[in-house]
């Protein structure tokens, strides 16, 4: 009888053990949406599409990307000068400028951003069935990179200025939450907001710990996505980062070793940290004078066509996390250029879109194990 129950027991325990990839997140995978300057692409309801949904070759379909990170750094200002979100070495953005990137996140009066998204997962859910919990948006909080003495807006008739960036960062916090709720949003959640600020300097960014203190307050998690050898990579924690991941950069120079890609990885799991892929699709340029982004590459012929070698360093990441359990036991973020999923998911050529099911086979599996999601099914009758 003890036998049984110990039996029992352990079925249980795996029955029930459906806990996150993170003790901190419900989010598995992580697609980074880069939206919010003007060069950036529609994100409307068929772009996002392919990082929803994935229709495999058999024709079963599955939920993909469970969390959305909508992401800027840069934009250009009403005088057509670029500034500064959060990364870019550019002019110091002002209120107008962090109002603009957030209309253009949420997209309430456009049906794009954050508002297709929470269209389309209506509009799936009687084709994929409920998911474990709603899809998670993370937002970017805007930071300029350095104080100064110049103007950057008025809150309650008090005008602010580069020193007061505390104070600012938390009026957006505030102002992000008022915008969400009037939004109505019935499929998203939000659930955190991300450092755009990569690297980490305690002289100069000590102040940000009363930004993310002030975060968890509202019940907002701090995410960051640090560079391979970024400054405070490795000591996120300290200063209140809830959820970090850590960038390879292994795929976009062709000189770099494999070992390159090793040593992150080990790098991640000796510190708590997830782990991003990175990949793009086809290159756009932004043209000031028309206002319109442009594609530098046709879409006539496939990625894999294009450039085999940056096919296999996506290949290779695919290969080297589930190699080192990556995808056994880490959050997950994936860097997509302007538009990856979509790009090798509707290229002309097989290797591209097999390369993407994959990985969807493997995000499907993670999905599984936390019970977000069940095994693809075939696609249901919308009508």
Not at 81 to 96: I, Q, W
Not at 119 to 147: A, F, Q, T, Y
Not at 313 to 324: G, K, M, P, V, W
Request: one cysteine or more; glycine letters at 8%; proline letters at 4%.
């Amino acid at each position: 009888m003890k036998k049984i129950l110990c039996i029992i027991a352990l079925l249980s325990a795996f029955v029930c053990s459906h806990a996150q990839f993170s003790k901190v997140t419900h989010i598995d995978d992580l697609a980074l949406i880069y939206i919010g300057s003007q060069h950036r692409p529609q994100w409307d309801k068929d772009l996002f599409r392919p990082y929803v949904m994935h229709t495999f070759p058999d024709s079963t379909q599955s939920w993909f990307f469970d969390g959305f990170l909508m992401l800027e750094f840069m934009r250009w200002n009403d005088a057509g000068e670029r500034v500064n979100l959060g990364e870019a070495l550019f002019k110091p953005s002002t209120k107008d400028d962090w109002i603009a990137m957030l209309d253009m996140q949420l997209g309430v009066g456009t049906d794009t951003g954050c508002k297709a998204l929470d269209d389309l997962i209506g509009e799936l859910i009687p084709v994929l069935g409920k998911p474990g919990h709603k899809h998670k948006v993370v937002m970017s909080l805007p930071v300029n990179r350095v104080k100064g003495d110049w103007y950057w807006g008025e809150i309650a008739g008090r005008k602010l200025y580069g020193d007061d960036r505390v104070e600012e960062m938390k009026w957006y916090i505030d102002e992000l939450l008022r915008r969400w709720d009037a939004a109505g949003f019935k499929n998203i959640e939000l659930d955190g907001v991300y450092w755009t600020k990569e690297g980490y300097v305690a002289e100069e960014d000590a102040d940000f710990e009363f930004v993310t203190a002030y975060a968890k307050k509202k019940g907002l998690l701090n995410y960051w996505i640090p560079y391979r050898s970024a400054r405070g990579r490795g000591d996120w924690k300290e200063w209140g980062i809830d959820v970090a991941y850590l960038q390879p950069n292994y795929y976009f120079k062709d000189e770099r070793p494999m070992d390159w890609l090793d040593g992150v990885i080990d790098f991640a799991f000796g510190h708590d940290m997830g782990l991003e892929i990175e990949f793009a699709g086809y290159d756009y340029s932004y043209n000031p004078t028309t206002g319109h982004r442009e594609l530098i590459k046709p879409h006539n012929i496939g990625l894999y066509d294009i450039n085999p070698q940056y096919y296999q360093r996506l290949a290779d990441y695919l290969n080297h996390f589930e190699l080192y359990g990556v995808f056994d036991k880490k959050p997950v973020a994936y860097y997509t250029g302007f538009q990856g999923v979509y790009d090798f998911s509707n290229s002309d050529n097989r290797r591209d879109r097999d390369l993407m099911s994959r990985m969807a086979r493997i995000v499907n599996l993670r999905h599984q194990a936390t019970r977000w999601d069940k095994a693809p099914r075939p696609a249901k009758n919308r009508h």
